[in-house]
């Protein structure tokens, strides 16, 4: 995101001004570089023995909306979780809807229970996610988004939308977590279990 958006200023940039712009290491850089260009969202160009990186059609739409969100995230304490690969998106899928573990890991693909369970404890920590438990027999908890959390729920939806819709023209991958008419999509939500090396909400009690 922070890349994209350096980018969407307009000039072409080199490795290493994007280095000394963005609080990345450069393996970090290397990698998402790569991802991005895959991705049809940045394009290599060479100006005598340098390389230049620049935001291609698509990756135009998708940086009108990193802009925004990366100046709000530049205002605020939660830097270190926005860097992070799964917390923000939690933010959007509770913002669409998810208020069960249960439901938000069945909206985020690739998501393990483990990540889930460490971006809820992260978010909570950082007051951006407000956990508590229902009456009721078996308790269970819920999530929603505290007042904190709200405001970057919609530059968050926004830039979403628009690497779907970029992504749609490029790969059939899935950007943002699923949804249908505001709601989440009917695939079967998946039970509470964890694989090897994961670990589920550790108070969740949900089946």
Same mark, same amino acid.
């Given at each position: 995101m922070p890349i994209v958006a350096a980018l969407h200023e307009g000039v072409p940039l080199t490795f290493a001004t994007l280095a000394a712009r963005l609080p990345a290491s450069r393996d970090t850089l290397t990698d998402t570089l790569a991802k991005l260009e895959a991705n049809g969202v940045i394009a290599r160009r060479h100006q005598g023995k340098k390389t230049l990186?620049? &935001?291609? @059609? !698509? %990756? %135009?739409?998708? %940086?009108? $909306?990193?802009? /925004? !969100?990366?100046?709000?995230?530049?205002?605020?304490?939660?830097?270190?979780?926005?860097?992070?690969?799964? /917390?923000?998106?939690?933010?959007v $899928? !509770?913002?669409r809807g998810a208020t069960r573990y249960n439901?938000?890991?069945?909206? &985020? =693909?690739?998501?393990? $229970?483990? @990540? &889930?369970?460490? $971006?809820?404890?992260?978010?909570? @920590? @950082?007051?951006?996610?407000?956990?508590?438990?229902?009456? %009721?027999? =078996? =308790?269970? =908890?819920?999530y929603v988004l505290a007042e904190k959390a709200k405001p970057f729920f919609l530059p968050l939806d926004e830039l979403c939308r628009a690497c779907d819709g970029a992504s749609a023209h490029h790969t059939p991958t899935t950007t943002g977590p699923k949804r249908s008419g505001g709601a989440f999509d009917g695939e079967t939500v998946e039970e509470n279990a964890a694989g090897p090396g994961d670990e589920a909400d550790p108070d969740a009690t949900e089946t």
């Amino acid at each position: 995101m922070p890349i994209v958006a350096a980018l969407h200023e307009g000039v072409p940039l080199t490795f290493a001004t994007l280095a000394a712009r963005l609080p990345a290491s450069r393996d970090t850089l290397t990698d998402t570089l790569a991802k991005l260009e895959a991705n049809g969202v940045i394009a290599r160009r060479h100006q005598g023995k340098k390389t230049l990186y620049q &935001l291609t @059609a !698509l %990756g %135009g739409a998708v %940086g009108a $909306a990193c802009v /925004p !969100l990366v100046d709000l995230i530049g205002r605020s304490d939660v830097l270190d979780l926005a860097l992070k690969k799964w /917390p923000m998106m939690v933010v959007v $899928a !509770l913002g669409r809807g998810a208020t069960r573990y249960n439901e938000t890991k069945a909206a &985020l =693909p690739g998501i393990t $229970a483990r @990540a &889930l369970a460490i $971006a809820l404890k992260e978010l909570q @920590a @950082a007051g951006m996610v407000t956990r508590t438990v229902d009456e %009721g027999y =078996p =308790p269970t =908890p819920t999530y929603v988004l505290a007042e904190k959390a709200k405001p970057f729920f919609l530059p968050l939806d926004e830039l979403c939308r628009a690497c779907d819709g970029a992504s749609a023209h490029h790969t059939p991958t899935t950007t943002g977590p699923k949804r249908s008419g505001g709601a989440f999509d009917g695939e079967t939500v998946e039970e509470n279990a964890a694989g090897p090396g994961d670990e589920a909400d550790p108070d969740a009690t949900e089946t």
